[in-house]
């Protein structure tokens, strides 16, 4: 599944078990932090299907849809 499974909802943990699509987009995501095995907590949406704001480690970030459907993950 990816961030954008409608399964996922805000204060759900999920860890990244790889990465699909764009290879600009995957080397964008490892730029900012993201790697496999990390886990990650979901903190909400922005409205009319804006960003999707993650946090982990002592990082916050916020996903455009096209990045966040790269991210493969697995509940915690």
Do not use: W, Y
């Not at 943990?13 to 790889?18: A, K, N, P």
């Not at 600009?24 to 960003?51: D, K, S, V």
Request: charged share 20%.
């Amino acid at each position: 599944m990816n961030l954008l499974d409608s399964k996922i909802k805000p204060g759900h943990s999920l860890e990244i078990v790889g990465f699909s699509g764009d290879p600009a987009l995957r080397e964008r995501l490892i730029e900012m932090g993201l790697r496999i095995g990390i886990t990650l907590t979901i903190l909400g949406r922005a409205p009319f299907g804006g960003p999707l704001l993650i946090r982990f480690k002592n990082s916050f970030l916020a996903l455009r849809n096209e990045e966040a459907l790269c991210a493969q993950v697995k509940q915690a």
